[in-house]
């Protein structure tokens, strides 16, 4: 409180980033919805395959449906 009466609201939002997590909520809920929480794979090296696979093709996926 002492921050922001010193040196301003709009300063202390830029210096603690202050409203930039829902940009983050976001990314992590689209990914859930993409990766999903279940991997069907049985073997470990699998699972990292195809945890690593969903991602990617999130990100595949992001930058074909950006405005």
């Known amino acids: 409180m002492r921050e922001i009466k010193r040196i301003g609201e ?15 909520e976001i990314f992590f809920s689209g990914l859930k919805r993409v990766v999903d929480e279940i991997v069907s794979a ?22 074909y449906t950006e405005v």
């Open 10 to 24: 709009e300063e202390w939002k830029k210096a603690a980033n202050y409203g930039k997590r829902w940009l983050i």
């Open 42 to 63: 049985k073997k470990d090296e699998y699972k990292i395959q195809e945890v690593i696979f969903k991602i990617y093709s999130y990100f595949v996926m992001r930058n």
